[in-house]
Structure formats: C-alpha cells, structure tokens
C-alpha cells in the first residue's frame, strides 16, 4: 500500500532500520487516510470534520476502524484514485500495524494525527483562491500538515537511538523547518492544479506587496509582480531547506540509512525549487517535476556521500547557487 500511494517516499523509507521504517511507514500511511479525507470533494466541511475526529479516535484505539472504512470509503469519488481508495478500505490493517507498534512511537503518530487533522479541518473552512492571509498564517499551515510530521519523525529517531534523543531540542526546531520545506515545494508545484480545485495555499501579502492580487491569477501569469513574489517564495523555501541540511548534519554519520531516507526527499526537493525558479512562469506542476532519471541520480549521489557532511555541505552549495535568498540569509 506504501509503495501504491507513495513510492518515492517508500523507497526512502526502506533505508530505516527496520523497527523504524514499520513506524515512519505506518504513521506515513495514517497521515495518507487523513489527507484523503481532506482532499475528496464529495465530503462537506462538516462530514470531513467528523471523520477527522472518528479517525483520531480509532489511532487511539478508542473506535473501530471497520464501520469508519466502509462509511468513508463509500462517500469516496472518483476523484479520489483506486490506490487511496484502497488504503482507506484497508485502514484496519493499517491500525493493526499501529497497535503492534511500542507505547512511545504509538503516543508520538497519534499526537501527529490529532493535530493534522484539527489544522486540515481549520484551513479548509476559509479555503479558496484568494490564498492564505500572509507569511505568518502559511507558517501554521504548513506546521499543520508538515512540521508535525518532521516533529514525529525526530521523536521516533529520538526513542530509536539515546544518541540522538541527546540532540532533541536541537532537532526539533530543524525538523519543523525541513518539513516546511517540503511542504512549500509542494505548494509552489502544485499552485495551478490546487486553483483548479479551487483553493490556494499562497500567502496573499507576499504577492500584495508586488502589486498582484491572487484571486487574479492565471497559469502562464508573466507579470514582473507575480514573478517577483513567487521568487521570494523560492528564498524562503531555501532557507528551509538549508535547515533541512543542518538536520541531517546532526544525525550520527554511522546511522546512513536515516541520512539516507531524509537526504533523498531533501535532494528531489532541491532539484524542484530549481526548476521553479528557472521557469517562474510554469503552467502545471508536470513542467518543474524532476524526472526519474534525475531522482535517481541524486539518490546515488548521496548515498555515496552520505557519512560526509563536509561533502553534502558542499554539494548543497553548489546545488542552490543561483537560487534567490532571503535578507536573513
């Protein structure tokens, strides 16, 4: 099911000891059911906030999963692909999973899930195309549907090895950021798709600031105003991605499968803001997709450098000369 929903993601999370690769996986695939129910058209605000707080009930434990399964599955359209479908039908094997997993990792998917859900539910109230407020408000999205899993991930790492749980309170603060990152590299890809079903994840005075209103947008848009905002987007999410760097900087080098499952994402993410910023006037996410020629060859380069920071430091320099930066970088 991992690889049908994710199959990148699945392959970075084979590099994991396995105790932590059933975990990530597990909680991966929870947080997958949450999004589906987030992002199928058919359910109303209100029917999407009942299943949010039934599912974050059956994480718990306190709820059977297999009513949930077929009441959600049944509500599913077509909009919504075979392969989700099929996760939400097989959510009680998933919970099974999750029920087997230890006390502390079962507390730590289950804060992740609650706190995704009530972030979904609460940004999809006011969702259109108008965008989000501003910076500020796009921050607590993004922690919403992203740090909190870089949050989860850090304490997984943390109750895996006692030498890392010794760096927590450094990690933490990174992880928040590195998931930003990601989260915003799929925001900046998938603008136009995203307006196509209505909503929009930008911040509005980004793009006020350049003289753009963002209900006005239009695929292709060249406009000096829309580019300028859309760039500075690009910073931000460079900077990010730099503490996505620094989280892996402090990860044992002799644990390479970790370094591996979030140098890989990190890499792909790079490579798309790349993309992005050469080509600010793209009219679908296909046209700054990296390939999977590209993927894989920054699969292998880093896993070739991945006991090295010195190296990835460097690499990562190289990778983002050129792209924009913030006035705090």
């Known amino acids: 099911m991992l690889e049908g929903v994710a199959r990148t993601f699945a ?41 949010s707080k039934r599912f974050a ?11 949930f399964a077929r009441e959600l599955g049944s509500r599913l359209s077509s909009s919504t692909s075979d392969r989700e479908a099929n996760l939400v039908a097989n959510t009680p094997r998933v919970i099974r999973i999750t029920q087997r997993l230890t006390l502390a990792q079962r507390h730590a998917i289950l804060r992740c899930v609650r706190i995704m859900s009530r972030g979904m539910v609460e940004f999809q109230r006011d969702a259109s195309t108008e965008g989000l407020r501003d910076l500020a408000q796009l921050d607590r999205y993004c922690y919403h549907v992203a740090g909190v899993v870089g949050e989860t991930l850090t304490t997984l790492f943390c109750e895996h090895s006692e030498e890392i749980g010794k760096r927590r309170e450094e990690l933490m603060p990174l992880s928040v950021s590195f ?39 239009s695929p292709g848009m060249a406009d000096p105003g829309y580019v300028e905002g859309l760039l500075e987007l690009v910073a931000i999410t460079r900077r990010h991605l730099e503490n996505g760097l620094r989280f892996i900087d402090s990860l044992p080098t002799h644990e390479t499968g970790m370094r591996r499952s979030c140098l890989w994402p990190l890499a792909i993410a790079v ?54 930066k913030t006035s705090a970088a």
Do not use: H
């Not at 997958?32 to 299943?51: H, M, N, Y």
């Not at 930003?180 to 980004?206: A, F, H, T, Y």
């Not at 996410?285 to 991945?306: H, P, Q």
């Open 179 to 217: 998931g930003q990152g990601l989260q915003m590299i799929n925001i900046l890809k998938d603008m136009w798709e995203d307006r196509s079903r209505g909503v929009c994840w930008l911040p509005r005075d980004v793009f006020r600031a350049t003289g753009i209103e963002l209900g006005s947008l």
């Open 11 to 51: 392959l970075t999370m084979a590099q994991l000891p396995r105790n932590l690769y059933e975990a990530v996986g597990n909680a991966y695939l929870l947080c997958r059911i949450a999004d589906t129910i987030e992002d199928e058209p058919a359910l109303s605000l209100a029917q999407k906030e009942d299943f």
């Open 271 to 324: 490579l798309t803001l790349r993309r992005i910023s050469r080509k600010p006037t793209f009219t679908s996410g296909r046209e700054v997709t990296v390939s999977r020629r590209g993927v894989w060859a920054a699969a292998i380069l880093t896993s070739v450098l991945v006991r090295s920071n010195l190296a990835l430091n460097f690499l990562f320099k190289l990778s983002v000369f050129g792209l924009p």
């Open 57 to 67: 009930e059956i994480v718990a434990g306190r709820d059977d999963p297999v009513p």
